[in-house]
């Protein structure tokens, strides 16, 4: 069952102890538009597929990430969030990890799914396996008055 959240409200995301990350919803729009990432463009051909992960969370990052708990410089003021500060943010690797789980994988989850059926490319029953044993006779034709 795909379950839809109609309001679209920016929620926290707690990544580790002491940090999260306020992030607006995983739409369309946003993954189309990290797709287009110009770092993403800018990947040489045959990029290894963490290279390409990478890029992508980062990309989704910057787009989603709206504010941010926890996050500060090495003197420990607190930073603002911008699209250098979710790029370094995003190098430690549990907090992508996390990200990647929390928010990321949702969607691509959601993606997998699609709509729960079963593989059914020319018909409703192509994908289904029998189960009843098949006739032996046919059946007569039912009586007409």
């Known amino acids: 069952m795909i379950r839809l959240n109609l309001t679209a409200t920016p929620g926290w995301l707690n990544l580790a102890p002491g940090l999260r990350l306020l992030v ?3 739409t369309t729009a ?12 800018a990947l040489p051909e045959g ?13 989704v ?8 708990e926890g996050v500060g410089d090495e003197t420990g003021q607190a930073l603002p969030v911008t699209p250098e500060g979710v790029d370094a943010l ?3 690797w549990p907090v992508f990890e996390a990200f990647q789980t929390m928010y990321v994988a949702k969607g691509l989850i959601l993606d997998a ?6 593989p059914s490319p020319t018909g409703p029953s192509v994908g289904a396996t029998g189960i009843a044993p098949p006739a032996k006779l046919p059946a007569p034709t039912a009586p007409q008055d």
């Open 90 to 92: 995003l190098e430690i």
């Open 47 to 59: 990029a290894s597929q963490e290279a390409l992960a990478l890029a992508m969370a980062k990309a």
């Open 24 to 26: 607006g919803p995983l």
């Open 113 to 118: 799914e699609k709509n729960v059926s079963a």
């Open 61 to 68: 990052a910057r787009r989603a990430v709206l504010d941010w």
């Open 30 to 41: 946003l993954m189309v538009s990290a797709r287009a990432d110009p770092t993403i463009e």
